[in-house]
């Protein structure tokens, strides 16, 4: 199976290919994986059995800037041409602690791929994008939509806790929906899960060692799946939900997801559909998604009208409360509320401050300005400035 990407052929990779002259070197990971898919490749990493020092030798001599990003893991971040490249040896796992991995560089590929996570993400390909399966399985899960780890599901995990959010998010994405779930996968992950976070067996670890910051990249990467329903189901019913965010419930989701219509996924709306204990500290999100999350559950079970949600918050985030209010009593979004949520973005107050001055002044002016908006409002926009001046 070969490659047709035009990526393979852009100016930066033939550059870090031809610095590379001489030594192996390999397309690796997503941008081989999507590439197959034909999705968008964001990032292509690349492989090879040079060393670090000598693919900055090699790289600096052809005029390409070097990054040592990662020189202990083997990384050098390569750019060429306005591209960055994420140059990595060849290597093997010499010990792990859950999260982290002391390795070895090698000329193997077949070792290098034993140690990733899923046979559908150690697929490597040539130069002329030539696919290469070292582990003889890749490919074919790829194909079919399956998720699977490489080897001993347990194992792997225990390498790293943090494939636990991974299974779940790459199954979101790239499973095949009338697939099911890998079972043995499921099972790995719901007692990697429990272990460190009830204090069973194993002691501390499992989840409680992966920053908040990487579990709330994941659960956002999840969440804006085209349908993450049956993998956040599956995570709830594995226990991973609870551990990651506590008091939250997949139940709600493939209601929402019903009444979301052609809007584009928004992972903060959906994680506002199926709640939890201190979500925003627990997933370090931004102040920008902290204030978006705090606002949709405010006003979920608020009374505010579609069209003050409209004026006050613009018309995406009313019509994302629209909807999620329609979730909370199991009925479609009524096309009146949405009509006025957009109504109320559109709207423009017709007074001015200085429509009341100079009558009015100081926090006066500001009161008297406050009481004929909320008038304006409750009217449905339809009292005109004549109208309100005269109130």
């Known amino acids: 199976m070969r490659l047709a990407a035009n990526w393979l052929t852009h100016r930066g990779t033939t550059a870090v290919f031809d610095a590379l002259d001489g030594h192996g070197a390999w397309f690796v990971?997503?941008?081989?994986?999507?590439?197959?898919?034909?999705?968008?490749?964001?990032?292509?990493?690349?492989?090879t059995d040079?060393?670090?020092?000598?693919?900055?030798?090699?790289?600096?001599?052809?005029?390409?800037?070097t990054v040592p990003t990662g020189l202990q893991h083997g990384t050098v971040t390569v750019v060429a041409h306005g591209m960055g490249f994420e140059v990595t040896t060849l290597r093997r796992d010499l010990e792990t602690d859950g999260r982290h991995a002391t390795v070895a560089f090698t000329a193997d590929m077949a070792q290098d791929a034993a140690r990733r996570d899923f046979t559908m993400n150690a697929l490597y390909a040539t130069r002329d994008g030539t696919v290469l399966d070292p582990n003889g399985s890749g490919l074919d899960d790829l194909r079919a939509g399956r998720v699977r780890f490489i080897g001993d599901a347990s194992a792997r995990i225990a390498e790293d806790y943090l494939r636990i959010l991974r299974f779940f998010r790459f199954h979101a994405w790239y499973a095949d929906p009338d697939g099911g779930i890998d079972a043995e996968a499921l099972a790995a992950c719901a007692v990697g899960a429990a272990v460190g976070v009830g204090g069973g067996a194993g002691g501390a670890g499992g989840l409680v060692q992966v920053s908040r910051e990487r579990v709330g990249a994941e659960i956002i990467r999840l969440l804006r799946a085209p349908d993450p329903a049956p993998a956040v189901a599956a995570m709830d019913h594995a226990g991973v939900l609870a551990a990651v965010l506590p008091g939250a419930s997949s139940r709600p989701l493939p209601l929402l997801l019903a009444m979301e219509g052609d809007r584009p996924p928004d992972a903060i709306r959906r994680l506002a559909a199926i709640g939890g204990e201190d979500v925003a500290d627990r997933l370090r999100l931004s102040r920008a998604e902290t204030g978006q999350l705090a606002l949709y559950r405010a006003e979920m079970a608020a009374a505010t009208t579609p069209g003050a949600l409209g004026y006050r918050h613009g018309a995406d985030a009313a019509l994302d409360i629209v909807i999620l209010r329609a979730m909370l009593f199991e009925q479609p979004p009524v096309a009146l509320d949405i009509a006025a949520a957009q109504a109320g973005a559109r709207a423009v107050f017709p007074i001015k401050a200085a429509d009341l001055m100079p009558g009015l002044s100081g926090p006066a002016l500001g009161a008297r300005l406050s009481a004929l908006e909320s008038a304006w409002i409750d009217s449905g926009f339809a009292l005109s400035k004549a109208d309100l001046l005269s109130l």
């Not at 000598?54 to 790289?59: G, L, N």
């Open 50 to 65: 040079a060393h670090p020092e000598t693919v900055m030798e090699r790289a600096g001599a052809a005029g390409l800037k």
């Open 29 to 47: 990971g997503g941008c081989v994986r999507d590439g197959l898919l034909d999705r968008a490749v964001v990032d292509i990493d690349i492989c």
